[in-house]
């Protein structure tokens, strides 16, 4: 089983980026992705996730700004990421779970990547 986040680099506040994360070794439908960020000396934290069915969810931090979808024939999850702002910068995980009763506790998820670097600068 594996999770492999792509996409990270260095942009200017204003700009954009989008992830990937390419999964591979379990049944990518029957799973809910989430994409979670951890900033230096902060929490892991919830930023949006999509399920089997395509519904997805976006932290209020990021709403408006942020899109996540996959591509099933390609078992990939995207977040594209617009208007970036210095405090988007953080390392950028994603995380896959088969049941979820809370998105946003870590313990809930099966398997995680290795994560991918953002940074923005002002």
């Known amino acids: 089983v594996q999770l492999v986040e792509s996409g990270g680099g260095l942009v200017q506040a204003g700009e954009s980026l989008t992830l990937s994360c390419a999964a591979s070794?379990?049944?990518?439908?029957?799973?809910?992705i989430t994409w979670f960020r951890q900033a230096p000396g902060k929490e892991r934290e919830g930023v949006s996730y999509?399920?089997?069915?395509?519904?997805?969810y976006y932290a209020d931090s990021v709403a408006g700004r942020f899109t996540i979808s996959k591509d099933n024939a390609k078992n990939t999850v995207y977040l594209q990421m617009i208007s970036l702002k210095p405090e988007d910068t953080a390392v950028y995980y994603c995380?896959?779970?088969?049941?979820?009763?809370?998105?946003?506790?870590?313990?809930?998820?099966?398997?995680w990547g290795q994560g991918t670097q953002v940074t923005v600068s002002s």
């Open positions: 070794g379990f049944i990518f439908d029957d799973y809910t």
């Open positions: 999509i399920m089997g069915d395509a519904s997805t």
């Open positions: 995380a896959a779970a088969r049941w979820l009763n809370s998105w946003s506790r870590l313990d809930e998820y099966d398997y």
